[in-house]
């Protein structure tokens, strides 16, 4: 089992930038296949990045392409999401995601994910 705490969220004018960091317990947290997810105010979760367990192969959202980056560092038990070129709609609670895989897989649904963490707030200022 592992467990994930979000932070890096804030307030930030639009064009700005932000890196969230998500920390995981546990030892085995390169085996783990993570993601980014997001959601805004009476909107469904929806799906922003992904990232294999060895960070080798990555997966974004049309909507993020070319703004963010997601990245890990397993010898940190940390995955990261570096936003730039920040938006009012990108305002959401981001959430990261873990789950245990046994190949290089990127997960892009919530219902493939086992757990998740209390996520952290983001906020973008036009």
């Known amino acids: 089992q592992v467990q994930l705490v979000e932070s890096g969220g804030g307030l930030v004018q639009a064009g700005g930038s932000l890196r969230l960091s998500c920390a995981a317990s546990?030892?085995?947290?390169?085996?783990?296949?993570m993601g980014w997810f997001r959601q805004a105010p009476g909107k469904e979760r929806e799906f922003v990045a992904a990232i294999s367990w060895s960070g080798g192969t990555t997966y974004y959202a049309d909507s993020v392409k070319g703004r963010f980056t997601i990245s890990r560092d397993n010898a940190k038990n940390t995955v990261y999401l570096q936003m730039n070129s920040l938006k009012p709609e990108d305002t959401a609670v981001y959430y990261c995601?873990?789950?245990?895989?046994?190949?290089?897989?990127?997960?892009?649904?919530?219902?493939?994910?086992?757990?998740w963490g209390q996520g952290t707030q983001v906020t973008v200022s036009s």
């Open positions: 995601a873990a789950k245990l895989v046994a190949g290089t897989q990127i997960l892009a649904k919530r219902y493939e994910y086992d757990y």
């Open positions: 546990g030892r085995t947290f390169s085996s783990y296949a």
